[in-house]
Structures are given as structure tokens and as C-alpha cells.
């Protein structure tokens, strides 16, 4: 039946409004799936069910979409807006869905299975008993506690063909009780630097050697982006465990073996410290088990933060080589041996304003990421007290940073002081990278340069891999460690420097010119210097209790560290470590470094107590 009533193109109109809304929402949905997808099953899902139902929308809409006609239409059909209304509802919610599933999984974490990274294991023999425990996180890494019967580090880059091959037939002599057949089969492979492999071989000499042993666990990344970070830690904690155990520097030559844990680097700041609290929870698990003293870890804020309140109410003292948030002092069983954000800020401001000439300053810094909050905030306090002007805040996200997102805090900064001179960077390399890359170049602001605090030292973090060479004479940085602050200063150098490099480097000669010249083989960068000097205050705890006692526990280690001051501090590679009461390292020495035309790290001065005994604030 033909009809020209007026109502039926009332409802085609309406029926081509929702589906125009609909499939808007549907669109929506598509959109947000595939920006947040990041290889989840769960999205993945969602973006298929979006696409079906743009497409069921687009069906819907067809018939209502105008037609060229020879003549003008004289009918329509009439149809129902009812399946319109069920497609709307639908579009709704599947867009709710999609935008609150991100908060879901950040506030109700996915649990970790450990099918995956379990079945890695290599098989342990008879001679060996493993209390390994694995997981795979939500991003796929493996997260957990490995006793050798489990390899984290297995990134290619610096290594040989076949690397993860060959780690496994390694580990699986080391755990079979063949130490002699795996170190042979290793030093033929021509791995150098691999320090995971070295503490496993060292661990099952210690096993082998009959001398009373205690478990500490390193606790570090050692797979995904940052792995890097991981493998600077366990070379320091080795070459102070094979310094310690060759030497029996501790009563009754008691060795240290070595457990390492692996937290991840997650996708994000907020799951990294996710991923460490999960960690700690196993460590709290196999405490008994392992009979462990405690954890020498993490290296950002946020995780140290996160692992502490699971370590602390099980009493596990940790010692960790570079946290540095101001929020951390004072919290119980947290000990460190970098000097805090404050310090860095009280160290660097009279730099700025002095050596830099800084009259105009804007801080770009994240106000909810522990670290990049506690150093902005504390540069804030001390050059606003200090020049007795205010500076520009300028905020941003960290891992969210790009070019456009940049240029827009940059040239807010600009409007609001055109004559700005000096940006204080409070945060990681990586996130910097955007902002070194467009300092604007004209004669006006040749001279902007950018002040930040240690992690902008991370060279391998940089987007380049690199400092970007847009930045090349304008970057400035503090530091905790750096390996020529010895020959800076006219003093001789320790022998962790020289058994660094021969560890990494077999053919280096200690007393040749310049050997010291390539990072992760012969140049110890800050990460490795600072975990040498955790795991050396760890032990020096550990002999304070095994100078009167066969034995000892957690919380005598606990104990201990307080003790670690005065004649008792270690003289580190990165200065005197006299720990306060507050678990912080008194007076600890800073290091600022400028990055020149070329590209290379130039040493500018080195603040606070650097020798032991030299202070007369050494101790509280």
C-alpha cells in the first residue's frame, strides 16, 4: 500500500537521527578500544563488536538516506523506530564499557597466571632444590623470585645469536650440579656483561662451598623497556658479592648469595609500581623458605613506595641503590644510599643561579608521580626561597608526553616570561626527550637551557637512545654516582672500578691509558655504582650481627643498618654511606653534570660528604 502520510517522514527522521547517534557512540567505542587495546584480549573484543555495529547501524541508516530519482518519490515505507531505540541503548553502553574498562583493570588489576612464564623453567636436577616462583603479569612479563632455575634477562641487544638458548642449556647444567660444565659452556658463548648469569654460577659456588651463606634478593627490572636499569643493578650487586665472598670480608667467611627478583617495567609508571607490590608479595611468601635477610631494591620511587607497605609489616628490611622521593624518609624498614630529591634541589639551585645565571625559571614536572612531584616541588621551595622570585609550573603526564604536548607547555611557559632562561625538568629521560628536541634554536633563546635531577643521567632511556643532539650544550643534570668523581676530586680510585671492568671485560688492563671508556663493559654508569654501595652497606649490616651472633634475622639486619654511621659507615664508590635514623644517607655527595657540543658528560662539581671521616656531619 502506497501512503504519503506525513507522520512516516517524521519517524524516517527520527529513525535516521538515533541511527546517525548510534553509530556515532558505536564509532566512539572503535576509537577508544584501539587507542587502549595494547595487544588485550578484552579490547580487542570490544573494536570487533564496534565495527559490527557501525556496520549494522550504516545498514539501518541506508534506507532513510536520500535517493536520486529520475521523478520525486511518491511513498515511503513505514517503519519502526523501535530497533533504532535498542540500537542507541546498545551504542551506550558498549561506549560506557569501553571508557570505564581502563579503570577497572588500573583499580581491580588482572591476577597474574603462570602458565606461561612457568613452563621457561629449565628443569631442576636432583642436586639442586628450587623454590622458584614465576608469573606472567597482565603486559606478558615474567614477574618473580629466581633461585637459577629461572632466566629474566633474555633481550638480544649486546648478545650473542640464540641468547635465550643458551641461557637456558647454561642454567640447566648449573641446576643438574654441573657448575664447572655450565661456567665452561658459558665463557665459550663470549657473553661478557651478562651479570644475571654471573651471580647464578656465583650463587651455586657459594652452595658448593660448604662456608655459611645468607639470601639476599636483588630486586630490579630485568624485561621490558627498562631492562636496562636492571642489568646496570645486577652488575653492581655481583661485583660486590664476588668482593665480598672472595675476600671473606664477613666472620667466618660467611657468602652472599644472590636471589633475584624481577617486577617488570610494566606499560606505565602506575602498573610498574603495581607489578612491585605483586613481587613483594612473593618475596613475603618465600621468606621463610629462602631464609631471606633481605631485599637490596627497586630502582624508581613509585615501586619502592609500593613494595615497602608489604615488605615492612613482614618485618624484610630494603636497602634500595637510587629512590630518591622525599616522601619515603622515615618510612619504616626503608633504607637508601642515593641522597633524597630535597638534597639534589639544595645542590643544584645555588648552581642555577650562580653558574647558569637563572633569573627566570619554569618547572615542568608530573604532580602525581612520586618521583617527578617530590624533585620539582623541592627545586620550587629552594630557588623560590633562595631568589625570592616565582617560578612557572608547568605540568604534565609522565609517559604521556609527545612533540605537540611540548610545544604547548612550552609556549605557555614563553608567553608567561618571554625572557625565560632556564627549565627545570623534574622527571625521566624519556619523557624530556619531546622537550629536548624542540628548544627553539633562534639567537633569542639560544641560551634556554634545561636543569633536571638524576634520571635525566639514563642515557639509554632517551627516546635516541641518547642525548638528543638538540640538546647538546644546554642539558645540564644532577647525579648520585658518576665513575670519574674519584679522579675529579685528585684521589685514587677504589678497586670496584678495576674489577668492574675485568668482571665485563676480561682483556682489560687496569693500569692501561684510559680503560674506563665503554658503559656496561668497562664504565660503570650510576645504577651499577649505586647498587655496588647498597649491597656494601647491606653486608656491612650483615657483619655488624655476625660479629656477635653464629646467625642472624630480617630484623637484626633491620637493626643493624641503623648502625651503619660513624666508624662504622662504608666508604662507597659513591661516597661515604652513613645511614641517619631516618633511613636516609647523611650529607651524601651529588655530582652535577653538564652534556657539551659534542654530546659528552663533563663533571662540574661534586657537594656534600664524599670521603669517610672527612665530615664533621657524618653522623646525626
Given at each position: 500500500m502506497r501512503t504519503d502520510d506525513p507522520s512516516n517522514y517524521q519517524n524516517n527522521n527520527r529513525s535516521r537521527?538515533?541511527?546517525?547517534?548510534?553509530?556515532?557512540?558505536?564509532?566512539?567505542?572503535?576509537?577508544?578500544?584501539?587507542?587502549?587495546?595494547?595487544?588485550?584480549?578484552?579490547?580487542?573484543?570490544?573494536?570487533?563488536?564496534?565495527?559490527?555495529?557501525?556496520?549494522?547501524?550504516?545498514?539501518?541508516?541506508?534506507?532513510?538516506?536520500?535517493?536520486?530519482?529520475?521523478?520525486?518519490?511518491?511513498?515511503?515505507?513505514?517503519?519502526?523506530?523501535?530497533?533504532?531505540?535498542?540500537?542507541?541503548?546498545?551504542?551506550?553502553?558498549?561506549?560506557?564499557?569501553?571508557?570505564?574498562?581502563?579503570?577497572?583493570?588500573?583499580?581491580?588489576?588482572?591476577?597474574?597466571?603462570?602458565?606461561?612464564?612457568?613452563a621457561q623453567m629449565v628443569?631442576?636436577?636432583t642436586a639442586i632444590v628450587s623454590d622458584t616462583k614465576i608469573a606472567q603479569a597482565a603486559d606478558g612479563e615474567c614477574i618473580g623470585i629466581s633461585d637459577g632455575a629461572f632466566s629474566f634477562d633474555v633481550n638480544p641487544l649486546e648478545r650473542v645469536s640464540h641468547y635465550a638458548q643458551l641461557k637456558d642449556q647454561v642454567l640447566t647444567k648449573l641446576n643438574a650440579g654441573h657448575v664447572d660444565e655450565a661456567r665452561a659452556l658459558w665463557q665459550a658463548a663470549g657473553v661478557t656483561n651478562d651479570a644475571e648469569m654471573l651471580i647464578y654460577l656465583e650463587d651455586q659456588r657459594v652452595l658448593q662451598s660448604h662456608y655459611p651463606y645468607i639470601n639476599i634478593v636483588l630486586a630490579t627490572i630485568l624485561t621490558g623497556f627498562e631492562f636496562n636499569l636492571g642489568r646496570d643493578n645486577a652488575q653492581g650487586v655481583y661485583v660486590a658479592q664476588k668482593e665480598i665472598n672472595t675476600s671473606c670480608a664477613l666472620p667466618r667467611c660467611t657468602?652472599?648469595?644472590?636471589?633475584?627478583?624481577?617486577?617488570?617495567?610494566?606499560?606505565?609508571?602506575?602498573?610498574?609500581?603495581?607489578?612491585?607490590?605483586?613481587?613483594?608479595?612473593?618475596?613475603?611468601?618465600?621468606?621463610?623458605?629462602?631464609?631471606?635477610?633481605?631485599?637490596?631494591?627497586?630502582?624508581?620511587?613509585?615501586?619502592?613506595?609500593s613494595?615497602?607497605?608489604?615488605?615492612?609489616?613482614?618485618?624484610?628490611p630494603m636497602v634500595?641503590?637510587?629512590?630518591?622521593?622525599?616522601?619515603?624518609t622515615g618510612t619504616s624498614y626503608f633504607w637508601r644510599v642515593a641522597a633524597v630529591d630535597s638534597s639534589q634541589a639544595k645542590a643544584v639551585v645555588p648552581y642555577a643561579m650562580q653558574q647558569l645565571q637563572a633569573k627566570k625559571v619554569a618547572v615542568f614536572y608530573d604532580p602525581t608521580d612520586s618521583y617527578s612531584r617530590s624533585l620539582g616541588e623541592a627545586f620550587i621551595r629552594t630557588f623560590e626561597s633562595a631568589a625570592h622570585k616565582t617560578v612557572i609550573k608547568e605540568f604534565y603526564t609522565v609517559g604521556k608526553t609527545n612533540t605537540?604536548?611540548?610545544?604547548?607547555?612550552?609556549?605557555?611557559?614563553?608567553?608567561?616570561?618571554?625572557?625565560?632562561?632556564?627549565?627545570?625538568?623534574?622527571?625521566?629521560?624519556?619523557?624530556?626527550?619531546?622537550?629536548?628536541?624542540?628548544?627553539?634554536t633562534s639567537p633569542t633563546y639560544?641560551?634556554?637551557?634545561?636543569?633536571?635531577?638524576?634520571?635525566?643521567?639514563?642515557?639509554?632511556?632517551?627516546?635516541?637512545?641518547?642525548?638528543?643532539?638538540?640538546?647538546?650544550?644546554?642539558?645540564?643534570?644532577?647525579?648520585?654516582?658518576?665513575p670519574d668523581e674519584w679522579t675529579f676530586q685528585h684521589l685514587s680510585p677504589p678497586r670496584f672500578f678495576c674489577e668492574y671492568a675485568t668482571a665485563f671485560f676480561a682483556q682489560t688492563a687496569c693500569s692501561g691509558p684510559d680503560p674506563f671508556t665503554k658503559y656496561h663493559y668497562t664504565r660503570a654508569s650510576s645504577d651499577v655504582i649505586l647498587a655496588y654501595d647498597a649491597t656494601l652497606a647491606f653486608a656491612q649490616a650483615a657483619k655488624i650481627v655476625l660479629t656477635n651472633s653464629p646467625s642472624l634475622t630480617p630484623d637484626d639486619i633491620q637493626q643493624a643498618l641503623a648502625k651503619v654511621q660513624g666508624n662504622q659507615a662504608v666508604q662507597g664508590a659513591s661516597g661515604q654511606i652513613s645511614l641517619g635514623p631516618d633511613g636516609n644517607p647523611i650529607n651524601k655527595a651529588v655530582v652535577i653534570l653538564r652534556v657539551d657540543a659534542q654530546g659528552k658528560e663533563i663533571l662540574e662539581s661534586v657537594q656534600g660528604c664524599f670521603l669517610k671521616g672527612s665530615c664533621s656531619n657524618a653522623t646525626p
Open positions: 537521527i538515533l541511527a546517525v547517534v548510534a553509530g556515532f557512540f558505536f564509532l566512539m567505542s572503535l576509537t577508544i578500544g584501539i587507542i587502549s587495546s595494547q595487544g588485550s584480549l578484552y579490547n580487542l573484543l570490544t573494536i570487533t563488536i564496534a565495527i559490527m555495529g557501525t556496520a549494522f547501524t550504516f545498514f539501518q541508516l541506508l534506507p532513510s538516506l536520500p535517493r536520486v530519482r529520475l521523478s520525486p518519490p511518491r511513498w515511503t515505507f513505514r517503519r519502526t523506530s523501535s530497533p533504532h531505540y535498542i540500537l542507541l541503548t546498545c551504542s551506550i553502553i558498549m561506549l560506557v564499557i569501553t571508557v570505564l574498562q581502563p579503570v577497572m583493570q588500573h583499580l581491580f588489576p588482572p591476577p597474574m597466571v603462570s602458565d606461561s612464564c612457568s628443569k631442576v636436577g657468602q652472599i648469595r644472590i636471589l633475584i627478583a624481577n617486577s617488570g617495567s610494566g606499560r606505565n609508571s602506575g602498573e610498574r609500581a603495581t607489578y612491585a607490590s605483586d613481587l613483594a608479595a612473593m618475596i613475603v611468601q618465600k621468606a621463610a623458605a629462602y631464609r631471606i635477610a633481605g631485599v637490596i631494591g627497586w630502582t624508581f620511587s613509585g615501586q619502592s613506595i613494595a615497602i607497605q608489604v615488605l615492612a609489616p613482614a618485618h624484610i634500595s641503590p637510587s629512590a630518591s622521593s622525599d616522601s619515603l605537540d604536548y611540548m610545544i604547548s607547555l612550552l609556549r605557555d611557559a614563553l608567553k608567561q616570561a618571554p625572557d625565560l632562561d632556564l627549565i627545570y625538568f623534574s622527571g625521566y629521560a624519556d619523557d624530556a626527550s619531546p622537550l629536548l628536541d624542540i628548544l627553539p639560544a641560551d634556554l637551557r634545561v636543569l633536571g635531577g638524576d634520571a635525566l643521567y639514563v642515557t639509554g632511556s632517551y627516546r635516541s637512545g641518547s642525548y638528543p643532539p638538540n640538546a647538546y650544550g644546554r642539558l645540564y643534570f644532577t647525579a648520585f654516582a658518576y
